[in-house]
């Protein structure tokens, strides 16, 4: 067990020389959404036309936003939280009734933040440590936003966490993702480890971020268990699924109320949930996965074979891995890895550069009857 920041020295996310030899190979070492042609096809679907006066689209686009007083917008993020709780439902268990309380975010991250605030300000008013604690290698926006808040943050390594769940702390929140940003896998054990978590302590306690949920091509094993009793808030994002990053598109449902998202109801982004509503609609959960998969595959020799490695999909579309010792490139192997530190740790790595440039969304947009 490592308590985290009690480091005195971060090491830096990116070494540039390597970061940029990776890039050079088509690929990354962060996770970017991928915008696919069905994610500029939504968008032009629910803006429509307004060149010769708005078309039936672009109006209903516009009228959305009129007569506030009226509260109607009130509906559109209760219909878009919904819609993906039905459109995740073959992934994702949830007890509907458990979550009561429902807020639309710009994305996973603005749920996660507000969620780890919340717990540190209930330390505060109950008198205890605050205690964030995670895999190591998980999503590095839990340490972040918790070590911003002055939480401090604890990191435990994957394989130990049978004891994890039998020994945590009651007050401390878990942070997991499902599936792993770790590896980019759905990870097996997740829904034992929930239960470890709700049968050694009454109080739900585990963050679960289900944000690559629409990022895999075929159902788990067994569904995620959202509605373990141990969860006391579920976090999503259409980012990574649709390649809709920028447009900021999330949500968490949670057990008890968030005073602090309570001004969600209103100030929220029509634009965004009309969009993530027609996505949800257009697609279900396996259609994008199922369809990029070849690219996917593609992808992965591509840039193998430009890095010097035998690369492997994973289950997330727009990842790979490869076996730590698949490189005598030490230094590679080492920027790659996850957790860092771990060398043998496999290495994980992003395909959204390579798989943007077979299917045409990378650069800018061509225009009718100009040469680039």
């Known amino acids: 067990m490592t308590i985290v920041n009690e480091r005195t020295i971060t090491p830096p996310i990116h070494d540039p020389e390597l970061d940029r030899r990776v890039k050079?190979?088509?690929?990354?070492?962060?996770?970017?959404?991928?915008?696919?042609?069905?994610?500029?096809?939504?968008?032009?679907?629910?803006?429509?036309?307004?060149?010769?006066?708005?078309d039936a689209a672009r109006r209903h686009h516009l009228e959305q936003f009129r007569d506030a007083w009226t509260g109607k917008q009130y509906a559109s993020h209760e219909a878009f939280i919904e819609r993906w709780m039905a459109w995740a439902a073959p992934v994702v268990t949830i007890d509907a009734a458990g979550f009561p309380w429902r807020y639309?975010?710009?994305g996973g991250s603005e749920a996660l933040f507000h969620v780890i605030t919340a717990y540190g300000n209930r330390a505060r008013g109950e008198r205890?440590?605050?205690?964030?604690?995670?895999?190591?290698?998980?999503?590095?926006?839990?340490?972040?936003?918790?070590?911003?808040?002055g939480i401090a943050v604890v990191e435990h390594p994957r394989a130990d966490w049978q004891a994890v769940g039998r020994t945590l702390p009651a007050t401390a929140l878990f942070c997991l993702s499902q599936p792993s940003a770790i590896d980019g896998n759905v990870w097996p054990e997740a829904n034992e480890f929930l239960?470890?978590?709700?049968?050694?302590?009454?109080?739900?306690?585990?963050?679960?971020?289900?944000t690559y949920?629409?990022?895999?091509?075929?159902?788990?094993?067994?569904?995620?268990?959202?509605?373990?009793?141990?969860?006391?808030?579920?976090?999503?994002?259409?980012?990574?699924?649709?390649?809709?990053?920028?447009?900021?598109?999330?949500?968490?449902?949670?057990r008890q109320a968030m005073p602090t998202l309570f001004g969600n109801q209103w100030f929220k982004n029509l634009t965004s949930?009309?969009?993530?509503?027609?996505?949800?609609?257009?697609?279900?959960?396996?259609?994008?996965?199922?369809?990029?998969?070849?690219?996917?595959?593609?992808?992965?020799?591509?840039?193998?074979?430009?890095l010097g490695l035998m690369l492997s999909p994973c289950d997330v579309n727009v990842l790979a891995q490869a076996d730590a010792h698949a490189t005598t490139d030490?230094?590679?192997?080492?920027?790659?890895?996850?957790?860092?530190?771990?060398?043998?740790?496999?290495l994980r790595l992003c395909l959204t550069p390579t798989m943007a440039e077979m299917i045409g969304t990378a650069g800018p947009i061509a225009i009718p009857g100009v040469t680039p």
Do not use: W
Not at 195 to 210: G, K
Not at 216 to 243: C, H, N, T, W, Y
Not at 273 to 301: N, S
Not at 330 to 346: I, K, Q, S, T, V
């Open 273 to 306: 949930l009309q969009l993530g509503q027609a996505l949800l609609e257009r697609h279900d959960v396996f259609d994008l996965p199922r369809r990029y998969r070849p690219i996917q595959r593609e992808a992965v020799a591509r840039v193998g074979r430009n």
């Open 330 to 346: 030490r230094a590679l192997a080492a920027f790659l890895c996850r957790p860092a530190g771990d060398l043998n740790a496999p």
């Open 24 to 54: 050079d190979a088509g690929a990354s070492k962060t996770v970017y959404a991928l915008v696919m042609p069905e994610t500029e096809a939504a968008k032009n679907f629910i803006l429509g036309n307004a060149v010769a006066g708005p």
């Open 213 to 254: 949920v629409g990022s895999i091509a075929e159902p788990p094993s067994m569904r995620i268990a959202a509605d373990s009793p141990s969860v006391q808030a579920l976090a999503f994002s259409l980012s990574k699924p649709f390649g809709v990053y920028y447009d900021r598109i999330g949500g968490v449902l949670c």
């Open 195 to 210: 239960s470890l978590l709700a049968a050694s302590s009454e109080h739900p306690r585990a963050l679960l971020d289900v």
């Open 104 to 106: 639309p975010t710009a």
């Open 128 to 149: 205890f440590n605050p205690e964030v604690h995670v895999f190591a290698g998980e999503y590095e926006g839990y340490k972040a936003y918790a070590e911003a808040c």
